[in-house]
């Protein structure tokens, strides 16, 4: 099980705005890399009531 930093939960807390989640993801998808969006996705899944990182 991976251990979550401060960084990590804060990171969380602030993808539950809607605003800050859509300009996070849009700034990972300007990266053009695949695993970033997909790791951006992904904490904005866990942010929003999907499952937490390392439970599924």
């Known amino acids: 099980m991976t251990t979550r930093t401060e960084y990590q939960e804060d990171l969380i807390e602030a993808l ?7 300009a996070y993801l849009n700034a990972a998808l300007e990266e053009g890399d695949r695993e970033t ?11 929003n009531g999907g499952p937490e990182q390392g439970t599924a």
């Not at 539950?16 to 859509?22: G, I, L, M, T, V």
């Not at 969006?37 to 942010?47: H, I, K, M, S």
């Open 16 to 22: 539950k705005n809607p605003e800050e989640a859509a």
């Open 37 to 47: 969006f997909l790791l951006a996705l992904r904490n904005v899944g866990e942010a």
